[in-house]
């Protein structure tokens, strides 16, 4: 059974700092990877979407990673800002015609 | 096109009573989803349909819920005879299966059920 884990479960970080959030998938065979963005009480935004072929994508001030032989997708946002506080979420495919499968996801918070 | 909706955003309900939410996909997604979110996890799968058919459901589905995507278009998911346990952010995403694969998932909004 596919597992994904986030950790930590928070993380809070003045303006301006890069950053890195990790996420781990207990098993190597997915079709593709997701990352979400969640703000309170509210549904789930795509961030990046990496195919199972590929290593990295890119969006702005946000690049994700993905080494499946490792079970390892990191999210880093770059110069970060207080309108990035949010939780964000990683979510793997484990095949191509299957659910997705979410981490517990990790609140950021982005201080003034 | 304005993205994955659903109505109602929130529903507050007393113990016992049936619910039915609606979720209208991204015009031409056929695969549509709904999940189920509890405070501080990440959301679980509870069904999916291509098209009109309904091709997977989770253990956590239990008799007391139903849902059905007449047509191809909108979904519905009914909760019948609800619990206090069924309090949740229900989403719904579409995803656009392209040559039978999964591309990216959109989400909507969510509905929060709260029972009383």
């Known amino acids: 059974k596919q597992e994904v884990t986030q950790i930590p479960a928070a993380l809070s970080v003045p303006e301006g700092e890069n950053l890195v959030l990790n996420c781990s998938f207990t098993d190597s065979a997915i079709y593709n990877l997701q990352w979400f963005r969640q703000d309170p009480g509210k549904g789930l935004t795509s961030l990046l979407l990496i195919q199972s072929s590929q290593r990295e994508q890119t969006s702005g001030r946000l690049n994700a990673s993905l080494d499946k032989s490792s079970g390892r997708s990191t999210l880093y946002i770059a110069a970060s800002q207080p309108g990035d506080s949010a939780t964000y979420l990683c979510?793997?495919?484990?095949?191509?015609?299957?659910?997705?499968?979410f981490g517990k996801g990790i609140t950021l918070s982005v201080r003034p | 096109d304005t993205g994955v909706s659903q109505d109602p955003r929130h529903k507050i309900t007393k113990r016992g009573q049936n619910v039915t939410f609606r979720c209208d996909p991204i015009s031409e997604h056929n695969r549509l989803y709904w999940y189920r979110q509890t405070l501080g996890q990440g959301p679980e799968f509870l069904t999916y349909?291509?098209?009109?058919?309904?091709?997977?459901k989770s253990r956590l589905l239990s008799d007391r819920f139903s849902a059905e995507r007449p047509k191809g278009s909108f979904s519905t998911l009914e909760i019948q005879r609800t619990e206090q346990g069924d309090s949740a952010m229900y989403l719904c995403?579409?995803?656009?299966?392209?040559?039978?694969?999964?591309?990216?998932?959109?989400f909507g909004q969510g509905t929060r059920l709260t029972v009383v």
């Open positions: 995403a579409s995803s656009p299966a392209k040559g039978g694969t999964d591309t990216e998932a959109f």
């Open positions: 979510a793997v495919r484990p095949g191509a015609n299957s659910k997705l499968t």
């Open positions: 349909f291509q098209n009109e058919a309904q091709l997977e």
